[in-house]
T-cell receptor, first 116, second 115 residues
């Protein structure tokens, strides 16, 4: 149980285009979803936290107009990287949690974004 | 906010040896401390976690200890095997008033176990 999927697993796009990444909780309802970015050989950096039906809470330094997060249902959250640039190339990982009192987060397999 | 430091950044051991990775945290209100193993290009996998009301937890070859007073916690792997080679991350979480509980990750330790 507690499986989180991400799609696509890899994406290559041209500079200036937008890319949408989906994160789904397959066998549970995710009340909270998190989006992380991980550069090579670095740690996971939280970008934003979202609760279903609410606006996402962005971490300091993360542009909300550039990284659009939608958490429209209890099983789906999307991250859209708008007007992508080469410096946005990274490994994007989502995680999901059910229930406000639960500690454990379940991570998706990640999406490797390469912006040319 | 919370700050988590992790040492060492790299650790090389021989198969069968023990490995210890240490983390310190800054926020005394943090109450949950998980450890993740991440293989190259893969998702982080939870391997063990500990809550602030417990000082030690063990699961087969893996153990975690927590010193709340000193604000540090450690991962201990005994009888290491080549398949233990990966990057290990510690993390800390504080329950926030808004209910948005977020994990703060350490910088990671690359463990290499040589046969």
């Amino acid at each position: 149980g507690a499986v989180v999927s991400q799609h696509p697993s890899r994406v290559i796009c041209k500079s200036g285009t937008s890319v949408k990444i989906e994160c789904r909780s397959l066998d549970f309802q995710a009340t909270t979803m998190f989006w992380y970015r991980q550069f090579p050989k670095q740690s996971l950096m939280l970008m934003a936290t979202s609760n279903e039906g609410s606006k996402a809470t962005y971490e300091q330094g993360v542009e909300k107009d550039k990284f659009l997060i939608n958490h429209a249902s209890l099983t789906l959250s999307t991250l859209t990287v708008t007007s992508a640039h080469p410096e946005d190339s990274s490994f994007y990982i989502c995680s999901a949690r059910y229930g406000a009192s639960n500690n454990e987060q379940f991570f998706g397999p990640g999406t490797r974004l390469t912006v040319l | 906010g919370e700050n988590v430091e992790q040492h060492p950044s790299t650790l090389s051991v021989q198969e069968g040896d023990s490995a210890v990775i240490k983390c310190t945290y800054s926020d005394s209100a943090s109450n949950y401390f998980p450890w993740y193993k991440q293989e190259l290009g893969k998702r982080p996998q939870l391997i063990i976690d500990i809550r602030s009301n417990v000082g030690e937890k063990k699961d087969q070859r893996i153990a975690v200890t927590l010193n709340k007073t000193a604000k540090h916690f450690s991962l201990h792997i005994t009888e290491t095997q080549p398949e233990d080679s990966a990057v290990y991350f510690c993390a800390a979480k504080r329950a926030q008033n808004t209910g948005f509980q977020k994990l703060v990750f350490g910088t990671g330790t690359r463990l290499l176990v040589s046969p």
